[in-house]
């Protein structure tokens, strides 16, 4: 029976996800650096003894060094405030945004309340190292990108957007942009979906002296756009692979038989084995009558983050396999247990039908993922 009851099932249901308040820039989430507001810019330098490249995340402003960070640890957050919807009278040159009424998010050339004000700035590039004018010039190309939907990045002008970076399936390879030795510059960058988004920069410049180009390895930068719980866990435990198929919900990252789903709502790592957080039957007497119960795990996450919000989480009985009566939290309530080993939260859930009365009795944990809320 136990092997039985264990068995999850994984649905998608109808419903809404609320969209998240906006987080507050500069904090830390699991050891990643939060960004969503203020001048941030991708800094690029190169130490010309070395020849080494460094792309980071500057928040200085000014040509006055900030504040940097590591890409590998930093979250380039969008929040919801970025949202835009296409006008009806949007010019042709504009239609890659979509059509009238659809949304997409901007992240503008101008600063804006709780919206990232992102650009590019060479401030440690040499002068006079590489080639070209005003102390010389390096380039940034997309190298790689993977998202939940297309990117752009362009700057407006009387005769139209001028395009530097295209992700669509029929466009020119990706795109670069290009800064002079201690220049400083912003685009509009634009994501037409919610999600992760997973840029790779690749530096480069030819050297003044014998002409060579030096070109660096691609680094890539983490984008969370309006993000849902699921996304900011996904990335967390995927990184770099986070659009990758073993980083799906229904996929079994660890072989051991439990989607990436379960691993999300018991709060495990995905890629370790998850037999040991699965839920349990225990036998439980009310008065003279034998009751089942199910034990179970339920990660909380942090709220407006990975809080789990986009979990619905339901207990099911049934005489057979084939009918599943869901037990309301009335008549079968939720009782709090003593937290894991691990500081998770854990529930009781007892069957109300003894098992006296039934003949047998099934129970199982219906774990639903809920779809996107319309904005």
């Known amino acids: 029976m136990k092997r039985l009851i264990r068995c999850l099932l994984i649905t998608l249901l109808a419903g809404g996800a609320s969209i998240l308040p906006a987080t ?24 010309t003894g070395t020849g080494e490249w460094s792309l980071k995340v500057d928040r200085g402003d000014s040509g006055i060094p900030g504040e940097a960070h590591t890409p590998d640890s930093t979250i380039l ?26 949304s997409y998010y901007l992240l503008p050339t101008v600063e804006r309340a709780k919206v990232l004000f992102l650009g590019f700035n060479a401030y440690g590039i040499p002068t006079n190292h590489f080639s070209g004018p ?10 790689d990108y993977a998202g939940e939907g297309p990117f752009f990045l362009y700057t407006a002008s009387a005769a139209g957007p001028n395009m530097f970076m295209d992700t ?86 660890s ?21 040991a957080y699965q839920p349990r039957v225990e036998m439980v007497e009310i008065g003279e009558a ?3 119960s199910l034990v179970f795990r339920l990660a909380a996450g942090e709220e407006g983050r990975d809080d789990r919000s986009d979990l619905a989480i339901t207990v099911q009985a049934g005489t057979d396999l084939a009918d599943w009566t869901t037990l309301t939290p009335e008549e079968a309530p939720w009782t709090e247990l003593e937290p894991a080993e691990d500081g998770t939260p854990r529930f009781r859930v007892t069957d109300p039908v003894a098992l006296e009365d039934s003949g047998r009795r099934f129970l199982r944990l219906q774990v639903t993922l809920l779809p996107d809320s319309a904005h």
């Open 77 to 102: 957050l969008v929040n919801p405030e970025a949202i835009r919807t296409v006008p009806e009278n949007v010019p042709p040159a504009f239609s890659f945004l979509g059509e009238p009424g659809d």
């Open 255 to 275: 072989g051991d038989g439990f989607p990436n789903l379960l691993a999300y709502a018991f709060g495990h790592d995905p890629e370790e084995p998850g037999l």
């Open 290 to 292: 034998r009751h089942l």
């Open 168 to 253: 669509r399936p029929d466009a020119p390879p990706f795109g670069s942009v290009t800064e002079i030795s201690g220049g400083h510059s912003h685009y509009n960058w634009v994501f037409k979906e919610r999600g992760i988004h997973i840029l790779s920069l690749e530096p480069s410049g030819e050297r003044v002296s014998d002409g060579e180009l030096l070109t660096g390895d691609p680094t890539a930068f983490f984008f969370l756009v309006d993000p849902r719980p699921r996304d900011w866990w996904v990335l967390d435990q995927f990184r770099e692979d986070a659009l990758t198929a073993r980083a799906g919900m229904t996929c079994d990252a």
């Open 134 to 143: 005003f102390g010389g010039e390096v380039n940034l190309t997309l190298a």
């Open 24 to 47: 507050a820039s500069g904090t830390i989430w699991n050891d990643w650096k939060i960004v969503s507001e203020f001048h941030t810019d991708l800094s690029i330098g190169h130490q």
